[in-house]
């Protein structure tokens, strides 16, 4: 059986860190994109980070580079999104989604992220809430 589990979220003031993770098991883990995605009330889901398990390539959303650093361990099959000076339009429920990858194939411009509706596989979501 496939999944994508995310730690439990958290309350943090404003400034606060928080790490989340996000294990996987099911499938192959090193042949896969893991992407963070987040959504807060009324808006659209987005990308915040995305991170290659076949070749360790990263990407950022605007809104957290400097901030926020995804990695993963793949002894664990776990992929990490620490978050740094966490600021209130941070707060959202953060997901994981795991996409494969087709070496020798392009992979599109924002690799190693991909639309949204690409994805195979999704967690259930953690809420973080950061308070000014």
């Known amino acids: 059986e496939v999944q994508l589990v995310e730690s439990v979220g958290a309350w943090v003031q404003a400034g606060g860190s928080l790490r989340l993770a996000c294990a996987a098991s099911g499938f192959p883990f090193d042949e896969y994109a893991i992407g963070w995605f987040r959504q807060a009330p009324g808006k659209e889901r987005e990308v915040v980070s995305c991170i290659s398990e076949s070749d360790g390539s990263t990407t950022y959303g605007d809104s957290v580079k400097g901030r926020f650093t995804i990695s993963s361990d793949n002894a664990k099959s776990t992929v990490y999104l620490q978050m740094n000076s966490l600021k209130p339009e941070d707060t959202a429920v953060y997901y994981c989604?795991?996409?494969?990858?087709?070496?020798?194939?392009?992979?599109?411009?924002?690799?190693?992220?991909?639309?949204?509706?690409?994805?195979?596989?999704w967690g259930q979501g953690t809420q973080v809430t950061v308070s000014s």
């Open positions: 989604a795991a996409r494969e990858i087709f070496l020798g194939y392009y992979n599109g411009p924002s690799y190693p992220c991909f639309p949204k509706s690409d994805y195979d596989y």
